[in-house]
């Protein structure tokens, strides 16, 4: 997926705009979440993402979106990522009152 495709696909789902995120070499945070949908275009290196046990890596030029909400780890051991994050508020829409 090439940036401005990604920045279209960001858009057109509702993601804020794209902040850059950059984690070194032996990046690694154990199980968290977040309260908001994330979408992310790898620019190099590479990230690898764990759910329920389960690991998959996004090398440069992948892409992937996680849920608000679910619990996962993150690391980038190798060779450190570079990556574009947009987020999505789960409570986009909803009035507080």
Do not use: C
């Not at 979408?39 to 690991?55: C, H, K, N, R």
């Amino acid at each position: 997926m090439s940036q401005a495709d990604f920045e279209a696909a960001l858009s057109a789902q509702g993601y804020a705009p794209a902040v850059l995120v950059q984690q070194p070499v032996g990046y690694a945070m154990g199980m968290h979440q977040h309260p908001f949908d994330a979408f992310a275009l790898i620019l190099q290196g590479e990230i690898t993402i764990e759910v329920d046990g389960i690991s998959k890596s996004y090398p440069a030029g992948s892409s992937f979106q996680l849920p608000a909400n679910t619990p996962h780890k993150e690391s980038a051991l190798l060779q450190g990522v570079s990556y574009l994050a947009g987020r999505k508020s789960v409570n986009e829409g909803v009035s507080a009152s």
